[in-house]
């Protein structure tokens, strides 16, 4: 059991490390522009700003990031599956219920 | 780690939530998937609020600066187009399971005795959802959303007595303007979400109160129907939920963020196509087909006064459908459909 939350535990870090090292600082290609206070927007007046970034480098590490987070996602749930399968089959047993019937020791 | 977990327990008491939730039970019936929407609307909560204060960080709610400081979020900050993104969709998200969340527990009827208040509270948490929808709408500060907002803002002209000074309170003046703005920023940040808060904690504890509501068929049949265990069993395959509907919300926020138009002009002439949010358009479309006279009276009155006596229907339906057993309570879930399918046809008639 300890084992098995070691290993849950090591696979999430990993998998969080990963994300954070590959998936973000890609998607932060161009360096974080000084904390300007012009107010004008960076098209035309009157012209619609578009949300997602254009250059491709960028909509790339942003591709990638999301296929980062289906990865993460996939993992998680199955591991999730297992933790479900163990847990009604426990219940399916009667584990629980048996624990609370069980005779208490002397003094209680 | 003991040691620590000693100190925490002696403290806060923990044990005692954590035997609550190994207690308890979540009934198993076909309608169980209908369980996992409170808890999603949570999610989509939490992430409203994360990426909400991180978007306020940069914010200013002037005439000058709305518009400029979003687009300066959305191409200067690193991903703030993606954090915008996020809090736009989670919001729609977060709306479209509370409708689920809702008509789930209608057409169940989960709302019957002893859970009205539970509804009540619910109906409440919907009003503020879309309270924060309509007030977020206007935030960008762009042509589309001013002229949304002043057609939002002068719906309740119409009503006698009260009607104009609703629009001024709302409108903090005669019209839309950097005041309207600031007072909707106001009550978007600060008071819908302390009064989400409050309302919140009162529907949470009435659901922990009366437990889970068994749908009209299980009840009826008198015996107690096979249940789950909250701890682990419901709790995990809750997570694994949140889990695909949060990389759901992150492709679409990837794929689909939105844009932001040009900077509002107050002088300028309302712009073609104005379009509310997905969940106002039956009531726009409904205004926009309402005769101008309608027995005599104001047209925009009569259907002002049809919208909120829905409203107070659905506010009061665990009083009114009060035999939900009975010939009544079946006359009421016919009339609940009908409602339905007339909100739904209306907002795709809108769209076209």
Redesign the interface.
């Known amino acids: 059991m300890n084992g098995r939350r070691r290993m849950i535990a090591a696979a999430g870090i990993f998998l969080l490390g990963s994300l954070i090292v590959s998936g973000?600082p890609e998607?932060?290609v161009?360096e974080?522009?000084p904390a300007?206070v012009k107010?004008?927007?960076?098209?035309a007046?009157?012209?619609?700003?578009?949300?997602?970034?254009r250059p491709a480098r960028e909509r790339m590490a942003?591709?990638v990031?999301?296929a980062w987070?289906?990865l993460s996602?996939a993992v998680?749930?199955g591991l999730?599956?297992l933790?479900?399968r163990e847990?009604?089959r426990v219940?399916r047993m009667g584990f629980?219920r048996a624990a609370e019937k069980a005779p208490k020791g002397p003094g209680y | 780690m003991n040691v620590l977990r000693a100190w925490i327990e002696e403290r806060l008491g923990l044990r005692a939530v954590a035997l609550f939730l190994e207690k308890k039970e979540v009934p198993r019936h076909k309608h169980t998937f209908l369980y996992y929407t409170g808890s999603s609307i949570l999610l989509f909560l939490a992430i409203q609020t994360v990426t909400g204060v991180l978007l306020a960080f940069y914010y200013q709610p002037t005439l000058a600066g709305a518009n400029a400081s979003i687009v300066r979020i959305m191409t200067e900050m690193p991903l703030g187009w993606l954090v915008r993104s996020v809090h736009s969709w989670s919001a729609t998200f977060m709306i479209a399971i509370v409708f689920v969340h809702l008509l789930g527990i209608a057409f169940t009827k989960a709302y019957r005795k002893p859970r009205e208040a539970t509804w009540v509270t619910g109906i409440l948490l919907l009003g503020a959802s879309l309270a924060f929808g309509f007030t977020g709408y206007l935030l960008p500060w762009d042509e589309l959303s001013l002229a949304a907002t002043k057609v939002g803002t002068d719906l309740p002209k119409a009503l006698p007595v009260v009607g104009a000074w609703l629009t001024l309170v709302m409108r903090a003046g005669e019209d839309v303007t950097g005041d309207t703005l600031s007072r909707f920023f106001i009550f978007h940040v600060s008071v819908l979400p302390l009064a989400v808060l409050a309302f919140l904690a009162v529907h949470l504890f009435l659901v922990q109160r009366h437990g889970m509501s068994v749908p009209l068929e299980e009840e009826r049949k008198g015996v107690k129907g096979p249940v789950l265990p909250f701890w682990p069993n419901f709790a995990f395959r809750e997570a694994g939920v949140w889990l695909v509907l949060l990389g759901l919300l992150m492709t679409i926020a990837v794929l689909a963020a939105p844009g932001i138009g040009p900077q509002a002009d107050l002088m300028a002439p309302a712009p073609e196509g104005i379009k509310p949010e997905w969940y106002f358009l039956f009531m726009f479309q409904m205004l926009k087909l309402f005769p101008a006279r309608v027995l005599g009276l104001n047209g925009e009155l009569v259907a002002v006064l049809i919208m909120m006596a829905g409203m107070a229907a659905l506010l009061l339906l665990p009083f009114i459908d009060n035999r939900p057993f009975e010939r009544k309570g079946k006359v009421i879930t016919a009339l609940a459909w009908t409602g339905l399918a007339y909100a739904i046809g209306m907002s795709i008639w809108s769209l076209l």
Not at chain 1, 39 to 43: D, E, G, M, R, V
Not at chain 1, 47 to 53: N, R, S, W
């Open positions: 973000v998607a932060r161009q974080t522009p300007s107010p004008a927007a960076a098209t007046p009157g012209q619609e700003t578009p949300a997602a970034p942003v591709y990031l999301l987070v289906w996602i998680l749930f999730l599956r933790r479900v847990a009604d219940f629980d």
